[in-house]
């Protein structure tokens, strides 16, 4: 059984790798044995991150600083990866912004913005990816979806349209690349307190809110995000593909 979620072997690229949920699912693969090469804007804060995962003993990471924005470098981004620890087999799509801005505030420079990197980037890194994942064989891509692929929350709408449009590209990629042997799910998260949702938790009323939203009573913790990462990088999920799964204490079950 344990085979079934042993990363061992594994190369895993992960954006967002500087903080947050896309840090963590860095830290949750290296534990299972990959090597990690995380990637973002934050040069420091990546090399930090990729210090305390080295620390742990398990999978290797490194990083690369890039700018997830600049479409034409994403090729680069994938090659600088490769050069570390070989072609990427595992993908976690993380990097995000939400402007939380209303909707009069809206401007085209913030909605591309928001789109161009929660939305155009997660397919253009991860069609950057496929020929090495072709090459070895098998692939994992793991997008991270939102509560607003499902429903709407104030002012979110170029958010919110950037993550109803990552259930649809993940059902896109399965479709395009499952039947080489790449499977590609995404994981839709509750409210965890990270870097995109500080606003919400300066204020206790709407954190205490949220909670009593979720089946469980709580709101999430980065290390809730760890099982789910390893299961859909792993063998244990080849048979699932193309699959919104939500990670929200059971908020959208209510």
Known sequence: MNDLFDLKGEVALCTGGSSGIGQRMAVALANAGADVVLVGRQEDALKEAVQ?????????????????????????????????????TILTNAAGVNLRQPVDEITSETWDITLNINLAT???????????MLKKGRGKII?????????????SIPYGASKGGI???????????????????????????TALT????????????????????????????????VFLAARASDYITGQVISLDGGYTAK
């Open 122 to 132: 997660p397919f253009f890194l991860a069609r950057a990816c496929v020929p090495g």
């Open 167 to 193: 259930a649809q590209v993940t059902r896109a990629m399965a479709e395009a690349w499952s039947g080489q042997g790449i499977m590609a799910n995404a994981i839709a998260p509750g409210f965890f307190r």
């Open 143 to 155: 997008n991270v979806a939102s509560l607003q692929s499902y429903r709407a929350f104030a002012n």
């Open 198 to 229: 500080a606003k919400v938790y300066d204020n206790a009323d709407l954190v205490e809110h949220n909670a009593k939203m979720t089946a469980i009573g709580r709101n999430g913790e980065v290390e809730d995000i760890d099982g789910l990462t």
């Open 52 to 88: 305390a995962i080295n620390a742990q003993g398990k999978g290797k990471a490194e990083s690369v600083a890039a700018d997830l924005l600049d479409r034409e470098g994403l090729v680069d981004v994938v090659a600088q990866a490769t050069k570390y620890f070989g072609s990427p």
